[in-house]
C-alpha cells in the first residue's frame, strides 16, 4: 500500500492589491508518524475567510501574518486516524487551527473535539466563528430590541445571514445588503429579511435604504465597510448602533478609501459604532451553541453553504469570497465525511 500523502497551501508570495493564483502554491509532504502523545488529523472540510487576506500582508494586527514559503492556516474539521494522546481518542472528529492541508500531526493544543451527531461543515459556517461573531455582534453591540429597523451588509453570506434571521426572531424590520438579485431574493423569501438592496445596482444605496427603512435604521450590522457604510450613516436614528464587524471592500485597497463622509451624524444622534474580534469573546460560546444550536435543531433558521471540492482549489475558493462567489458559507472539502459509525 502506497503511503499517504499531505498536500497544503503555501503563501508563494504576498499579494499586492487584489491576491492572484499565482501567490499560492500547491506542495506535498509526507505524512508524519504521531510521536509519544501525539495524533495524526486527516482534515474533511476547511475554511477560507476574509480575515484570511489580512494575514497575507506582512503587517502587525490581531492575528500574525502568515509567512512566505509555509502553509496557510485557519480553521478546519478533521478526523483523528491515529492516537498516542491520553484524551483525544481515535476516529474523534475535532475542529482545529491546521487547515489548508490534508494531514497533520500534532500534539493537541489547539484540538478541541465536537458533536459529531450534527453536521460537520456547520462548525465552520452557522456554529462556528461566522455564526457566533454574528450572534455576539448583534447581541452585545446591537442589542435589538422589538420594532427596531436592522440593515445588515453582506446579507447573504455566513455572518450576515444569521444575523438577518436573528433580526427577524428577535422581532425587528430587517433590511439585508448583497451583490446580485438572485442574493437579494434569497435574503428575503429564504432569510425573512423585509427587504434587500442589490448594492451593484442601487447607485449610492440612499433612495434604496430611505424606501426600505421608512422610520430611519436603529442598528446597522457591519460587515463590508466603504459607500454603504456612508448610505447608512445617513438615515440613523437617536441612540443608533453601529457593530463594526468586517469591512471586505477594503482589504484589497492598497491605499484605503477616504471617508465615511457622514461621520457627524454619530454625534448628533448620540450613536455608538464598535469594534470588535470574536476570538476575544470565545467564553460565550457555549452560551452561543446553546442558542443558535437550538434555533438550528427547531429549523427556525436556515445555513446555506458553498462547497469547493480538494485543496488545490482552496485558493480560487478564498478568492471567490472577494468576487461574491458564495452563497452563506464558503467551505472546502478535503475529504468525505466519515460515516455517522466510524465518528467517536
Ligand atoms: N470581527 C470579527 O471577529 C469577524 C469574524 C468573522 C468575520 N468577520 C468579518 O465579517 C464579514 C463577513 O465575513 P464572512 O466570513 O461571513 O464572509 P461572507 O459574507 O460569507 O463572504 C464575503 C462576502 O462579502 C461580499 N463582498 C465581497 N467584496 C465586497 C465589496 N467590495 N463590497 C461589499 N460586499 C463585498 C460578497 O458578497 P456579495 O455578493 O454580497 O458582494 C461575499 O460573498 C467580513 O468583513 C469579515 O472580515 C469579522
Redesign the pocket.
Given at each position: 500500500m502506497t503511503a499517504p500523502v499531505n498536500r497544503q497551501i503555501v503563501l508563494a508570495a504576498r499579494p499586492a492589491g487584489m491576491p492572484k493564483a499565482t501567490d499560492f502554491r500547491l506542495e506535498t509532504t509526507p505524512v508524519a508518524e504521531p510521536g509519544p502523545g501525539q495524533i495524526l488529523v486527516r482534515n474533511i472540510w476547511m475554511s477560507v475567510?476574509?480575515?484570511m487576506r489580512g494575514r497575507m500582508n506582512d503587517r502587525k494586527s490581531y492575528a500574525p501574518p502568515f509567512e512566505v514559503g509555509k502553509p496557510l492556516d485557519g480553521r478546519a474539521v478533521g478526523q483523528v486516524l491515529k492516537s498516542n494522546h491520553p484524551k483525544l481518542k481515535e476516529g474523534a472528529v475535532v475542529s482545529n487551527m491546521q487547515g489548508w492541508r490534508e494531514y497533520f500531526v500534532s500534539a493537541g493544543e489547539g484540538i478541541t473535539p465536537l458533536d459529531a451527531s450534527l453536521p460537520l461543515s456547520a462548525y465552520l459556517g452557522v456554529l462556528g466563528?461566522?455564526g457566533f461573531?454574528?450572534w455576539y455582534?448583534l447581541k452585545e453591540i446591537g442589542k435589538p430590541k422589538a420594532g427596531e429597523t436592522l440593515v445588515v451588509?453582506?446579507?447573504?453570506?455566513?455572518?450576515?445571514?444569521l444575523v438577518v434571521q436573528m433580526g427577524k426572531i428577535l422581532g425587528c424590520r430587517v433590511v439585508g445588503?448583497?451583490?446580485?438579485d438572485e442574493?437579494c431574493a434569497y435574503v428575503r423569501r429564504e432569510l425573512g429579511a423585509d427587504a434587500a438592496i442589490n448594492?451593484?445596482t442601487a447607485g449610492d444605496c440612499v433612495d434604496a435604504l430611505r424606501e426600505a427603512c421608512p422610520k430611519g435604521v436603529d442598528i446597522y450590522f457591519e460587515?463590508?465597510?466603504?459607500p454603504?457604510l456612508d448610505a447608512v450613516l445617513r438615515l440613523l436614528n437617536p441612540q443608533a448602533r453601529i457593530p463594526?464587524?468586517?469591512?471586505?471592500?477594503q482589504?484589497n485597497l492598497e491605499i484605503p478609501d477616504p471617508g465615511p463622509r457622514y461621520l457627524f451624524s454619530m454625534i448628533a444622534n448620540r450613536a455608538l459604532m464598535q469594534?470588535?474580534?470574536?476570538?476575544d469573546h470565545f467564553d460565550r460560546y457555549g452560551e452561543f451553541v446553546g442558542e443558535v444550536g437550538g434555533w438550528l435543531k427547531q429549523r427556525s433558521i436556515k445555513s446555506e453553504e458553498t462547497v469547493v471540492e480538494g485543496i488545490e482549489n482552496a485558493p480560487k475558493a478564498f478568492l471567490?469570497?472577494?468576487?461574491?462567489?458564495?452563497?452563506?458559507?464558503?467551505v472546502v472539502r478535503l475529504a468525505p465525511d466519515p460515516p455517522a459509525s466510524d465518528r467517536k
Amino acid at each position: 500500500m502506497t503511503a499517504p500523502v499531505n498536500r497544503q497551501i503555501v503563501l508563494a508570495a504576498r499579494p499586492a492589491g487584489m491576491p492572484k493564483a499565482t501567490d499560492f502554491r500547491l506542495e506535498t509532504t509526507p505524512v508524519a508518524e504521531p510521536g509519544p502523545g501525539q495524533i495524526l488529523v486527516r482534515n474533511i472540510w476547511m475554511s477560507v475567510d476574509p480575515y484570511m487576506r489580512g494575514r497575507m500582508n506582512d503587517r502587525k494586527s490581531y492575528a500574525p501574518p502568515f509567512e512566505v514559503g509555509k502553509p496557510l492556516d485557519g480553521r478546519a474539521v478533521g478526523q483523528v486516524l491515529k492516537s498516542n494522546h491520553p484524551k483525544l481518542k481515535e476516529g474523534a472528529v475535532v475542529s482545529n487551527m491546521q487547515g489548508w492541508r490534508e494531514y497533520f500531526v500534532s500534539a493537541g493544543e489547539g484540538i478541541t473535539p465536537l458533536d459529531a451527531s450534527l453536521p460537520l461543515s456547520a462548525y465552520l459556517g452557522v456554529l462556528g466563528v461566522p455564526g457566533f461573531t454574528g450572534w455576539y455582534g448583534l447581541k452585545e453591540i446591537g442589542k435589538p430590541k422589538a420594532g427596531e429597523t436592522l440593515v445588515v451588509s453582506g446579507a447573504a453570506g455566513a455572518t450576515g445571514s444569521l444575523v438577518v434571521q436573528m433580526g427577524k426572531i428577535l422581532g425587528c424590520r430587517v433590511v439585508g445588503t448583497a451583490g446580485t438579485d438572485e442574493k437579494c431574493a434569497y435574503v428575503r423569501r429564504e432569510l425573512g429579511a423585509d427587504a434587500a438592496i442589490n448594492y451593484k445596482t442601487a447607485g449610492d444605496c440612499v433612495d434604496a435604504l430611505r424606501e426600505a427603512c421608512p422610520k430611519g435604521v436603529d442598528i446597522y450590522f457591519e460587515n463590508v465597510g466603504g459607500p454603504i457604510l456612508d448610505a447608512v450613516l445617513r438615515l440613523l436614528n437617536p441612540q443608533a448602533r453601529i457593530p463594526l464587524c468586517g469591512m471586505i471592500s477594503q482589504y484589497n485597497l492598497e491605499i484605503p478609501d477616504p471617508g465615511p463622509r457622514y461621520l457627524f451624524s454619530m454625534i448628533a444622534n448620540r450613536a455608538l459604532m464598535q469594534g470588535f474580534i470574536i476570538s476575544d469573546h470565545f467564553d460565550r460560546y457555549g452560551e452561543f451553541v446553546g442558542e443558535v444550536g437550538g434555533w438550528l435543531k427547531q429549523r427556525s433558521i436556515k445555513s446555506e453553504e458553498t462547497v469547493v471540492e480538494g485543496i488545490e482549489n482552496a485558493p480560487k475558493a478564498f478568492l471567490g469570497l472577494f468576487s461574491g462567489d458564495n452563497l452563506g458559507k464558503m467551505v472546502v472539502r478535503l475529504a468525505p465525511d466519515p460515516p455517522a459509525s466510524d465518528r467517536k
